[in-house]
């Protein structure tokens, strides 16, 4: 599977954007979608999750209730709407996806087996 990330840019405190992971090479019908991000001198951490295709989503405790995971299975794309930004949110954003991941390990990076290039989220105060 090749995935490719896009949709992130430079936006003000309380902005909304929507990220979107492009899919070829294989469907993501059935494998669980991973959001991580990264920001400058930190760990790339979990972000959210959609476990095999849906409807079973999970989010980290700082972005849930803000932010909202989706797959599109006719366009064979994933999405990450992200409502209410803060500046605490700024980081390089990674979709990744796995056909085979187990629920306990979905929070894990190195579990994935399949990752798209970085886009930068810039959130200004």
């Known amino acids: 599977v090749q995935l490719q990330a896009s949709g992130g840019g430079l936006v003000q405190a309380g902005d909304s954007l929507r990220l979107s992971c492009a899919a070829s090479?294989?469907?993501?019908?059935?494998?669980?979608i991973g959001w991580f991000r990264q920001a400058p001198g930190k760990e790339r951490e979990f972000v959210a999750a959609i476990f095999r295709g849906g409807p079973n989503t999970y989010y980290t405790a700082s972005v849930k209730g803000r932010f909202t995971i989706s797959l599109n299975n006719d366009k064979n794309t994933a999405s990450l709407l992200m409502n209410s930004l803060r500046p605490e949110d700024t980081a390089v954003y990674y979709c990744a996806a796995d056909p085979s991941i187990i629920l306990s390990s979905i929070r894990v990076p190195h579990s994935y087996e399949y990752w798209g290039q970085g886009t930068q989220v810039t959130v200004s105060s």
């Open positions: 090479g294989r469907t993501l019908s059935r494998q669980t």
